[in-house]
C-alpha cells in the first residue's frame, strides 16, 4: 500500500490490536490508551502479535510484553517505539500528511520498507534511482 496507515487509538488496544498498531506506518494515542498481548494469561502465546512487535520494537521490550501480558500505558508505548506520540484526542493527525504530496509519499513508502532488507550499498543505489 503506497498510503500511509495510521493508528490512533483511544482505547485498549491488545493482542491482535496491539499487533494491528504495531503494523502501522505512523501510531499515536491518547493518554488513557492501553496496550498489552495478554495470551500468556490465558494459556496462549500471541504468536501473530509477535510478529508486527518484533519488527516494531526492540526485541527485549517485546518479549517483555509477550511473556507477562502486562498492560502498559501509552506513555510506556511511547518510550518504547509502539506509538510515535500521546497526543490529544481532539488531535487529527492526518491533517499535516494529507497536505503533502501524494505522488512523493506513494514513491517514498515502499521504498522505505524495501530499502530496511537491503545492504546499505544496494539501499543507496535504489534510493538514488528512485530519486
Same mark, same amino acid.
Given at each position: 500500500?503506497?498510503?500511509?496507515?495510521?493508528?490512533?487509538?483511544?482505547?485498549?488496544?491488545?493482542?491482535?490490536?496491539?499487533?494491528?498498531?504495531?503494523?502501522?506506518?505512523?501510531?499515536?494515542?491518547?493518554?488513557?490508551?492501553?496496550?498489552?498481548?495478554?495470551?500468556?494469561?490465558?494459556?496462549?502465546?500471541?504468536?501473530?502479535?509477535?510478529?508486527?512487535?518484533?519488527?516494531?520494537?526492540?526485541?527485549?521490550?517485546?518479549?517483555?510484553?509477550? /511473556?507477562?501480558?502486562?498492560?502498559?500505558?501509552?506513555?510506556?508505548?511511547?518510550?518504547?517505539?509502539?506509538?510515535?506520540?500521546?497526543?490529544?484526542?481532539?488531535?487529527?493527525?492526518?491533517?499535516?500528511?494529507?497536505?503533502?504530496?501524494?505522488?512523493?509519499?506513494?514513491?517514498?513508502?515502499? /521504498?522505505?520498507?524495501?530499502?530496511?532488507?537491503?545492504?546499505?550499498?544496494?539501499?543507496?543505489? /535504489?534510493?538514488?534511482?528512485?530519486?
Amino acid at each position: 500500500m503506497t498510503k500511509p496507515v495510521i493508528a490512533q487509538v483511544e482505547g485498549i488496544a491488545t493482542a491482535a490490536g496491539c499487533q494491528l498498531v504495531a503494523s502501522c506506518d505512523l501510531a499515536y494515542a491518547s493518554n488513557t490508551a492501553q496496550f498489552a498481548t495478554p495470551g500468556v494469561d490465558i494459556g496462549l502465546f500471541c504468536s501473530t502479535p509477535a510478529v508486527a512487535l518484533s519488527r516494531t520494537i526492540h526485541t527485549k521490550h517485546a518479549m517483555h510484553m509477550l /511473556l507477562t501480558g502486562d498492560m502498559i500505558s501509552a506513555k510506556e508505548a511511547e518510550r518504547i517505539g509502539l506509538i510515535n506520540a500521546v497526543v490529544d484526542v481532539d488531535v487529527d493527525v492526518n491533517v499535516d500528511i494529507a497536505s503533502k504530496s501524494s505522488a512523493s509519499i506513494g514513491i517514498g513508502k515502499p /521504498l522505505f520498507y524495501k530499502q530496511l532488507d537491503m545492504s546499505l550499498e544496494d539501499a543507496y543505489k /535504489l534510493a538514488s534511482n528512485i530519486m
